[in-house]
């Protein structure tokens, strides 16, 4: 047998369905006729929210019907069809989702007075339904405009519904008893129909607060913030603050915005982008955006409170991306909004990011984490950020003038300019591998360009603030020579040496660009001269040509038109055949650069990355890494990205090749041991050699494999095994640089047991030499396999080996 409540239920869906039926007979539909102006903006919106309201009447509709059905069911067969068969129990939060649908829809046409517009458009006609509009509205008046009628007829028979059904819903809940089946069902629809009421109330209050806000506006304000997802949280009105620094005659908070008003001018503030700390006193809270800082000011604690509270859960609200039910900030976590989130900002102030929009993380009102800028001219920068500014890896595409041609920068960044290792590939077909400082090329660095370029060249060598200075090599494509030598304010200045595509290679001293003053020029068939000549190797002025034979000539050169080199000197032929070894012993170079100082842009940054502990975070920046070279600069997305060399990728995770290592710490084990450090591409040495192997074979391959310039490669040779082998004597005080890559720790006893020093000196001596012999052999092209037939078995120096011992066996164990 049903219960009395149950009946109740039946006889109040029947009421609210008739209703329903007769607001869309009497009321929807008149309303939607009233077409708008074509003109009238403002019109067309209205009438798109009354037919959202019309569709969510509809569905509410719908849904009583299924629910009065259900009861109908129940109380035409009691035996057979149980209590849980009801609508309003089994599928309460369905019946939840179709009410929280069509207050929204109301409350949003309440906001903008969407009745009040339509009724306009149809005076006359409304006029005569004030007493159809009566049978809705129980206990008031007919007095007042009838805008405001149909307002109270849409609310009043929902708000009717919602209170009986949840009043009906308790009192079945109580007559079924403790043990019923049902009861779960019960009371969690009533909580349901509760929890609607509470949410509905304090919907139905923002939406007409909100309606009377846009009466103290003046139109143009209104035009501005009137929109149908406005819903006003608090108005300085009623709780006055004060906002410093900026200046603001009326403050609004609204559900997505806070708003300042001065004037006619509005500064609007996306809630997704405020955060909110506390201030020094009881009054004052402050408030971080993108692009200002600001507080607000209360004339006391509770006024305070009121607003920061308010203001802290609609930025909680506006992040959750619903509103809060059923009321603004009940019991919903988090309570504070988090620090750390996730949004999309134009920025607007003048500035670097001015007009750039930025989309990703931020930290306390900046950009921090991974994030993309755009700007409107096309400027695209992907990558990381840290309290607002580039910081860390970013690439960046700069458009040309040219369509479709780009500049891509792939590079680390520190405080909002390039800094670091980068690698740059520019629209005129140039690409750049090398390190930055400030946003302009600095430290060590390659430049090449394609072949096809009008004209090719590769620069290998130091830069300074944008320009070529200090030592460098560089390969000049179109007169099919090398320059090697110093640099500065990008021209050739200092002492250089010049090697030439038929074999013939000088040194001189450069100034501008032009050298200046005598110098040394050696033919391929082993000629010497020695004096002062032109760039395209014409004699001129006081020189001495020594012959292959011996025979010498001294005396002044010069060439005229017509009259090709012609000469007034002495020539001796008296000399003796020169020894063959002699003329092997003719090299260039040789004191003029000294060896240490000659590629210090690429120790620099290793010694740096070892000093600073070796941290994983700076091993990109300051050892570099490697990305698939693409000349096509696109301007699609999938450019901005960069696939660099992961971990991963290789042969052997880093843990197990560690593991095998520090298995052979006996002293026949260090050659294998360095071996591997100097093979694996992810190792900080490794990355050191393959640089190094990148000078060497920049210098001395192709043209640069001149018998000349051997003593020049050998003594590089072995600064380069010194210092490697410095570098990874460093690792026992690194131990962070196991980590980096791989290595093994090296014993370290010789102070406890002496009688080992010769032995171990001589273990050093062997370990040098067969570095020089692995970087040579690692670096080598076959020309210069040819050209230096000695280099690879060249010993150690002495020095060396004495150095070594120190290192390995001294007292000291500080670094070189």
Known sequence: MCSPEEAALLRLEEVFSATLARINSFVLQPLLEAAPEPSDPWGRECLQLLQQLHRSSQQLWEVTEESLHSLQERLRHPDSISLESLLLLHSADHVLQVHLEYIESYTSCVAVQAFQKAVKRRSEYWQGQRKALQQFLSGMSSEGSVGTALVQALRQPLTHHVQHCMLLLLSLRDAVGESHPTRELLVHAATVFGNLQSFMRQELDQAMA?????????????????????????????????????????????????????GHSVHTFDLKLVWVEPGQDGCMFHLLTPEEEFSLCSKDPQGRVAWQWKVTQAVCQTLRGKKDFPVLGAGLEPSEPPICRCGAYTFRAEGRFSQATYEGEWYGGRPHGKGTLKWPDGRNHVGDFCQGLEHGFGIRLVPQASEDKFDCYKCHWREGSMCGYGICEYSTSEVYKGYFQEGLRHGFGVLESTPQTPQPCRYTGHWERGQRSGYGVQDDGDRGERYIGMWQADQRHGRGVVVTQAGVCYQGTFQADKMVGPGILLSEDDSLYEGTFTRDLTFVGKGKVTFPNGFTLEGSFGSGAGRGLHTQGVLDTAALPPDPGSTRKRQLGLGVFPVESRWQGVYGPFQDFVQAGCPGDLQEALLGFHVQSSRELRKSQEYLCCERTHPEDHAGRMEDILEELLQHRAPEALQQCLRKALSNSLHPLGKLLRTLMLTFQATYSG????????????????????????????????????????????????????????????????????????????????????????????????????WMYRSTCGPSRTSR
Request: proline share 7%; hydrophobic share 40%; charged share 20%.
């Open 703 to 802: 043209i640069g494999a001149n018998k000349h310039l051997q003593g020049l490669a050998q003594e590089e040779v072995k600064q380069h095994a010194q210092e490697l082998w410095a570098a990874y004597r460093w690792q026992p005080r690194c131990p962070s640089l196991w980590f980096a890559g791989v290595c093994c720790r090296l014993p370290y006893s010789a102070r406890a047991r002496p009688q080992r020093k010769i032995k171990m000196q001589r273990q050093a001596s062997t370990r040098s030499s067969s570095l020089s012999t692995c970087f040579f052999m690692r670096g080598r092209t076959a020309s210069t396999a040819r050209a230096l037939p000695t280099l690879a078995s060249s010993p150690t120096p002495s020095c060396l080996s004495s």
């Open 210 to 262: 909100t309606q009377a806000l846009w009466h103290t506006l003046s139109s143009r304000l209104r035009d501005v913030l009137c929109t149908p997802a406005h819903r006003l949280l608090q108005d300085s009105q009623d709780i006055p603050v004060t906002v410093t620094p900026l200046r603001a005659e009326r403050v609004l908070l609204f559900d997505d915005a806070l708003v300042l008003l001065q």
